[in-house]
């Protein structure tokens, strides 16, 4: 494979914005068809974006020649259905995070994949964000000593609506979309994540969430979600013996590193395309030149959290999964 021709299932606005510009100048990447269940605004989208084919119909995308690999950017409720659809045709699939609504679904998505010899790389693109980066360098390195605890808080004035509220569609509320971005990363930079303990309020789209946690290192943790907190705060502190990180999930702003020389800035440089480190990792896996930073095997752990989080939570609302 000389370069990547994706073909894209749901051009919605992550496309739009945080994906497709970067899929298009990526060296070695180009969009080569795209698919919406809205034909018209797959022409559209297609017509903009001087992308040669576009489709209303997932199964004749990726079954048409031209087309290298496919990206999933459709809601989570059809990304196993989606993903086990483009492995079959012997394409490899880069997905949108979560991965999917529950592990039993990451675990069909592995599987069909595995079978089919292709890769599958899932959309956490924080594990590449230059920010992000430099503050896992920096624990890596040693310069905040022995860690030992991480707190995670992010509070919004009100939930909002579409999609992501439907558990149906997008397994659970907000906790399910915003948080698997902190634990995903938390899980790169100390290991897999282990619940201690949670609880979950709301309606069936959970809206409080409180978690405690630890990793294999004997880190702690707690997390605090509340998506109806009535103001905006959005905070990762990882304290060690000699210094502590201070960082937003969200933000585009430097992490800081307070040490007893007191705080400085780390390098941030975020892009205008958040998507476009990842981006490039995953056009260079596919074409032999690097190690994939966030691939299904990564992507589950993520879920299984999540799945172990809201267990109750989605007993009580009769929630489940195929």
């Not at 292709?118 to 959309?123: D, E, P, S, T």
């Not at 990792?281 to 032999?288: D, F, K, Y």
Request: hydrophobic share 40%.
């Amino acid at each position: 494979m000389s370069g990547v021709r994706w073909g894209v299932i749901g051009v919605g606005d992550v496309v739009e914005h945080k994906s497709g510009p970067a899929l298009q100048t990526v060296p070695g990447s180009s969009i080569a068809a795209v698919m919406r269940r809205d034909g018209a605004r797959a022409e559209d989208f297609a017509r903009r974006h001087g992308v040669p084919r576009w489709y209303d119909d997932a199964q004749a995308l990726v079954e048409v020649g031209g087309v290298d690999a496919v990206y999933v950017a459709t809601p989570p409720s059809s990304h196993a259905e989606h993903t086990i659809r483009a492995a079959a045709a012997g394409k490899p699939v880069y997905v949108e995070k979560p991965m999917a609504r529950s592990v039993g679904e990451c675990e069909a998505m592995i599987e069909a994949c595995d079978r089919a010899g292709v890769g599958l790389f899932v959309a956490y693109y924080r594990r590449a964000l230059p920010r992000f980066v430099a503050a896992q360098r920096v624990i890596q390195e040693g310069r905040l000593g022995r860690v030992e605890r991480v707190e995670v808080t992010l509070l919004r004035e009100s939930a909002g609506g579409g999609w992501r509220l439907d558990p149906e569609l997008a397994g659970g509320g907000l906790f399910v979309d915003l948080a698997s971005h902190t634990l995903d990363w938390l899980d790169l930079v100390f290991g897999a994540v282990t619940v201690l303990g949670s609880e979950v309020d709301g309606g069936p789209a959970e809206s409080r969430v409180n978690v405690a946690f630890s990793f294999g290192s004997g880190v702690t943790g707690h997390g605090r979600w509340d998506f109806e907190a009535g103001r905006v705060h959005d905070a990762i502190e990882i304290v060690g013996s000699e210094g502590s990180i201070r960082m937003s999930c969200f933000g585009a702003e430097p992490a800081v590193l307070t040490t007893a020389r007191g705080p400085v800035a780390l390098p941030a440089g975020q892009p205008s395309v958040v998507q476009q480190p990842l981006i490039e990792n995953v056009v260079a896996s596919l074409l032999g030149q690097a190690e994939p930073l966030s691939t299904g095997a990564t992507a589950i752990r993520t879920t299984r959290v999540i799945d172990t989080v809201l267990a109750g939570h989605r007993e009580r609302h009769g929630i489940r999964f195929g």
